[in-house]
C-alpha cells in the first residue's frame, strides 16, 4: 500500500480540477507570492504557536522555528511556479514533505487547520491586493493537492507500518478496517 507520487498528483489533479489556466494564472503571479511569503510565514507560525501542542512540536529542538520559516516560504513559492510545472519533482517534493509530518506525528487533526490558515490569510491578501478571483481558486486548488499529499502519507505509512509488522494482505486489512468503523 504505498503510492506512485506522480500518478497521485494527476489523480488530485483531475479530482480537485487544476486546470492548465490556473497553473499559468499560478506562474503569472510567483512575483506577488515571493512578495507575500514573508507575511504568510508570520500568520502560519504564530497560528501553530497558539496551539500548546504544535507549540511543543516546533519547539522540541533548537532553531527548528527558524528553519521552518524558510522551507515554509520555499513551500509557498513553489505552488506559484510549480517547480517543474507541476511535474515528477513536484510530485516528490510534496510526498516528502507528507512522509516528514508523519515521522513527527503530525496527523490530519493538526495539518487540516493549518491549511485552512494559509487558504484564508492569503485569500485576504490577495483580495486587499485587488488580485483576481481566478488566482484565488488556482491557488486554493493547489493548497489542497498540497494538503491530500499530506494527508495520504498519513494513511500511507500507517497502513504500511501494521501490513509490515504482521505479514497480513492489505484485502484482509482493508476489511479489518471496514469490519471496524461498522462496530464504532
Ligand atoms: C499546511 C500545512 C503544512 C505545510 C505546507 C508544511 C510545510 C512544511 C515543510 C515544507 C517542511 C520542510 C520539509 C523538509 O524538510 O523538506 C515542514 C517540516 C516540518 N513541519 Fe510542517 N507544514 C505544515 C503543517 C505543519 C504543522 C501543523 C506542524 C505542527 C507543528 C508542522 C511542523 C513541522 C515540523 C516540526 C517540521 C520538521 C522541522 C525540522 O526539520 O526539524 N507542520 N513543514
Redesign the pocket.
Known amino acids: 500500500m504505498t503510492i506512485e507520487p506522480r500518478a497521485f498528483l494527476t489523480t488530485m489533479e483531475t479530482r480537485i480540477g487544476l486546470t492548465a489556466e490556473d497553473k499559468k494564472v499560478m506562474q503569472a503571479n510567483t512575483d506577488w507570492g515571493t512578495a507575500v511569503a514573508e507575511e504568510m510565514a508570520d500568520h502560519?507560525y504564530a497560528f501553530?504557536g497558539r496551539d500548546e501542542e504544535?507549540n511543543g512540536?516546533?519547539n522540541?529542538?533548537e532553531g527548528?522555528v527558524h528553519?521552518?520559516h524558510a522551507?515554509?516560504i520555499?513551500?509557498f513559492n513553489q505552488m506559484f511556479t510549480g517547480m517543474d510545472n507541476w511535474g515528477d519533482d513536484y510530485a516528490k517534493c510534496r510526498w516528502?514533505?507528507g512522509l516528514?509530518?508523519v515521522k513527527?506525528g503530525?496527523g490530519p487533526q493538526?495539518?487540516v487547520p493549518?491549511?485552512a490558515v494559509?487558504v484564508d490569510k492569503v485569500g485576504k491578501k490577495l483580495k486587499a491586493d485587488g488580485k483576481s478571483d481566478e488566482l484565488k481558486e488556482a491557488l486554493a486548488k493547489v493548497c489542497m493537492i498540497?494538503?491530500a499529499f499530506?494527508e495520504q502519507a498519513y494513511v500511507e505509512v500507517s497502513s504500511s507500518a501494521v501490513l509490515k509488522e504482521t505479514g497480513w494482505s492489505a484485502a484482509l486489512f482493508r476489511r479489518l478496517i471496514a469490519t471496524g468503523a461498522s462496530s464504532m
Request: aromatic share 10%.
Open positions: 502560519f501553530l504544535m512540536i516546533l522540541a529542538t527548528r528553519r521552518l522551507t515554509f520555499d513551500w516528502h514533505i516528514i509530518h513527527i503530525i493538526h495539518v493549518a491549511m494559509v498540497d494538503l499530506i
